[in-house]
Each structure stands twice: as structure tokens, then as C-alpha cells.
């Protein structure tokens, strides 16, 4: 991969993994480190590969791993711990977040990638490494939960 087409990814894709990694991690400065990190990795694994079939999922997948990581490393149970508010947050957001911190984590990365970045259920299946129709039973049951949260 070249580095114009690295950069016309990072243009075109920085936003939604940066948001995607804000909504596990909380914090805006890892956030920007972690999705600095998976477009490093990214272009790492497509210059060593060559072409790469879905490359928004496969930065979504690497994007995943990464937060995986960050929090084996930092020995934390749960991926809601360590959140960071400010002071300006919308209390819609901070509802949603909080109904979000509610699901289990495979419902969590199901609802934020099919609903928030739009991936098909079939692409959320790829980077979850799921059958679709799993993928499809946990979206209906996340649905549900959050339907009665919210």
C-alpha cells in the first residue's frame, strides 16, 4: 500500500475508529493514541500482505484488538471502567453511555459497530470472527435491552 492511499484512508476512516475506540476506552488521549496506532498497524499488515478485501473492517478488527490490549494491559476486568466526563457532555450521551455500559461486551461492540459505524451484520460477524446469525440474535437481544434502558 502506498502512502497516498494510507493517507486517503487515514482522511476518510480517522473519525469513526477514533470514535469507535473512544466509546471503549472513555478517554479522548488514548482514544487518539489507539487509533493512531491501528492505522500504524494497518499499514504494517497491507504493505506485508499486499491487497486487502475490506479494509474499513479489517481497521475495525485491528482497532478492536487494541482496546483489548490496552485493557489486558492495564489488568481491568471491564471495559467500563476508567471513563472520563466532561463537563459539557450531553446528557443524552452520558444515558446512552451509560445503557451502552449495561450490555454485555459482545453486545456493546455489536450495537456501536452496526449501528453507529453502519457495517452490515454480516461485516460485524467477520470482525467479531461470529456466524452472522449469532450476530443477528445478539443484536435483537441488545436492542431489546437498550429499548428498555432508554
Known amino acids: 500500500m502506498r502512502r497516498r492511499q494510507l493517507a486517503k484512508l487515514y482522511d476518510t ?11 471503549r476506552v472513555g478517554s479522548k488521549e488514548v482514544g487518539e493514541d489507539l487509533a493512531a496506532d491501528a492505522f500504524l498497524k ?4 497491507a504493505k ?6 475490506n479494509e474499513r473492517a479489517l481497521l475495525y478488527k485491528i482497532s478492536r484488538t487494541l482496546v483489548v ?5 492495564k489488568k481491568e476486568v471491564s471495559l467500563n471502567e476508567g471513563d472520563e466526563k466532561s463537563k459539557d457532555d450531553d446528557s443524552n450521551l452520558l444515558d446512552l453511555q ?10 456493546r461492540e ?22 452472522e446469525n449469532s ?3 445478539i443484536a ?9 434502558k432508554l
Do not use: C, M, N, T
Open 110 to 131: 455489536v450495537v456501536v459497530l452496526h449501528y453507529f459505524e453502519g457495517f452490515s451484520l454480516r461485516e460485524v460477524g467477520e470482525i467479531l470472527e461470529r456466524k
Open 98 to 107: 451509560k445503557a451502552l455500559g449495561e450490555l454485555d461486551d459482545i453486545q
Open 140 to 148: 435483537h437481544r441488545a436492542r431489546a435491552k437498550l429499548k428498555d
Open 135 to 137: 450476530i443477528q440474535v
Open 42 to 45: 494497518f499499514w504494517r499488515y
Open 69 to 73: 490490549d490496552f485493557y489486558r494491559k
Open 48 to 53: 506485508e500482505k499486499g491487497k486487502i478485501d
Open 13 to 23: 476512516f480517522y473519525e469513526p475508529i477514533y470514535r469507535f475506540i473512544y466509546f
